[in-house]
């Protein structure tokens, strides 16, 4: 089997195989297509199926994970705006608190699972990051080779008017991205 396409991405093959820059992989074991995935996750139903995909790759890759979550600050994409909030110093921390008992809420579910199939996983959360900054840093600083989420596919305005974390990942990421939906 040549594999060229991939050469560049999450390829971890025996360097004797390979042939005028192509990997010339003779059997399954000659290569590993993912060691180290990213499943970021915001505990909805949809992101669980991201979850589950990701898992499932995992076990069959023999790959460690990296579940993370983000929390935006305070007020969202409009955080710290003079004209409309300034929080205090015991509204942060409460809202801190609240964000950590939030994220942890969300990543309990996924240790758990992962640890019942027996994969080797890391939970993170990122507070005070949109989503798709904190997904494409977590991958960079945890060595991720590749990034597992779920999208809900909005096209037209609705994508517009909501924006997309996904589409964001997609645009800006460095390794390959599988989308589930």
């Not at 505990?43 to 023999?62: C, I, K, T």
């Not at 959360?125 to 080779?145: E, N, T």
């Not at 994508?159 to 990421?173: C, E, K, N, P, W």
């Amino acid at each position: 089997m040549i594999i060229s396409r991939f050469e560049d991405c999450a390829f971890k093959a025996q360097k004797s195989n390979a042939i005028d820059g192509k990997l010339d992989c003779k059997t399954m074991d000659d290569f590993v297509m993912y060691t180290h995935i990213l499943l970021p996750t915001d505990g909805s139903e949809l992101s669980q199926a991201g979850v589950a995909h990701g898992l499932a790759l995992a076990r069959l890759h023999g790959a460690r994970v990296t579940t993370m979550t983000s929390t935006e600050a305070p007020g969202g994409q409009f955080a710290y705006s003079f004209e409309l909030w300034t929080p205090d110093a015991a509204e942060m921390e409460a809202y801190e608190e609240t964000q950590r008992r939030a994220a942890q809420a969300i990543l309990e579910p996924v240790i758990k699972r992962a640890g019942q199939l027996g994969i080797e996983i890391e939970a993170v959360h990122v507070p005070d990051r949109l989503a798709a900054p904190a997904i494409l840093d977590s991958a960079d600083k945890y060595g991720c080779d590749v990034i597992v989420m779920a999208s809900h596919g909005r096209t037209g305005m609705s994508r517009i008017a909501l924006g997309s974390q996904t589409a964001d990942v997609l645009a800006r990421a460095s390794m390959p991205v599988i989308v589930v939906r």
